[in-house]
């Protein structure tokens, strides 16, 4: 039987009812397409509307639970909209997330400064080390966070390293651009602002921030950690960047150090990699700019 057939409401109200523990009727779903790596539907039910992810491969359990993790340890500072996770686990050989589903409105007015304003009290939870309690992902690449003092060795050892380590054994990254990069390390105090380690959403490209009914921003999909804030700022500039407004709330709200725009490019080596190892060598050209650039 094709899993889109009857099976799918037996999915579904048994998934529903492991998390609610309540029976639940399903009325109506509906494919939703966008993401990459999972299936993803509305749900209509007797007990609302809800939004259901779900994947048969192997390491999905473990995405999905530290992904509800991290919406959670982000939706607790009530810094912004964040989806409630109504449950999660493993039924019929597949892993599933459900999550509130987020209606989509309008932009209001004053959408870019709240995002700004939301993103600046975000970044004002720290911690003392950088990094994070558990490990995840980012996309479906493994992310290390092993707590760390520097954040300097924390950025080059769990973020750029292990990437460009993956592409080099892919025969994505060419050798001289590995030790390139294995060059940049030394310079990372100089260039880059020593901060607190602050919680990040860790994925912030535009694809990651909905509207909701009421046309407030709302995040979904993070690879959250404690790590340097600008490197959530520069996430947001890798294809064209947010809305002007954003930019000018955040620092009116939580001020950076000058020169923001000029170390851009050295946080964004990281979903650079990260981009390479997930959708092949057409990334490395910005690599070795970047390299050439430091
Ligand atoms: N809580 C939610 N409510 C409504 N829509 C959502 C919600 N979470 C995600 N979506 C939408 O569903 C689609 C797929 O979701 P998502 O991006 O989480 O999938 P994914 O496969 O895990 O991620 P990726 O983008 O990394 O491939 C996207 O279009 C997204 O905007």
């Given at each position: ?25 399903v ?14 539907a ?7 509307v ?32 964040i ?7 493993q ?15 309008q ?10 304003q ?6 004002s ?10 490990d995840?992902?980012?996309g ?28 080099l ?25 020593s ?7 860790g ?10 009914e ?6 979904i ?13 520069a ?17 009116e ?13 050295i946080?964004?080596?990281y ?7 997930l ?16």
């Amino acid at each position: 039987m094709d899993f889109w057939g009857d099976e799918q409401f037996a999915f579904f109200e048994s998934i529903l009812f492991l998390a609610l523990g309540q029976t639940v009727d399903v009325l109506e779903t509906q494919f939703l397409s966008g993401g990459d790596i999972n299936m993803a539907a509305r749900v209509f039910s007797s007990e609302g509307v809800f939004f259901v992810k779900w994947n048969q491969t192997p390491e999905s359990n473990t995405m999905f639970e530290v992904e509800a993790r991290g919406l959670n340890l982000l939706r607790k500072t009530d810094a912004l909209f964040i989806p409630q996770v109504i449950g999660y686990g493993q039924q019929l050989d597949k892993a599933y997330l459900i999550l509130e589903f987020i209606e989509s409105g309008q932009l209001r007015k004053n959408y870019w400064e709240s995002l700004g304003q939301s993103l600046a009290l975000l970044h004002s939870h720290t911690q003392p080390k950088f990094g994070l309690a558990f490990d995840n992902y980012i996309g479906s690449l493994p992310q290390s966070n092993t707590p760390t003092a520097n954040g300097f060795d924390f950025f080059f050892d769990q973020r750029l390293l292990p990437q460009a380590g993956m592409a080099l054994y892919k025969g994505l990254l060419p050798k001289e651009v590995y030790d390139a990069l294995h060059r940049l390390r030394e310079r990372l105090p100089d260039l880059l602002p020593s901060e607190r380690p602050a919680l990040l959403h860790g994925d912030l490209w535009s694809g990651n921030v909905l509207v909701t009914e009421d046309g407030q921003p709302a995040l979904i999909d993070p690879a959250v950690y404690y790590g340097f804030r600008e490197a959530d700022l520069a996430f947001t500039k890798l294809f064209g960047g947010f809305d002007q407004r954003f930019y000018d709330a955040y620092d009116e709200a939580f001020p950076l150090e000058d020169g923001f725009d000029d170390r851009v490019p050295i946080y964004n080596l990281y979903p650079l990699l990260v981009h390479t190892n997930l959708f092949g060598s057409g990334y490395v050209s910005g690599v070795e700019r970047i390299l050439k650039q430091f």
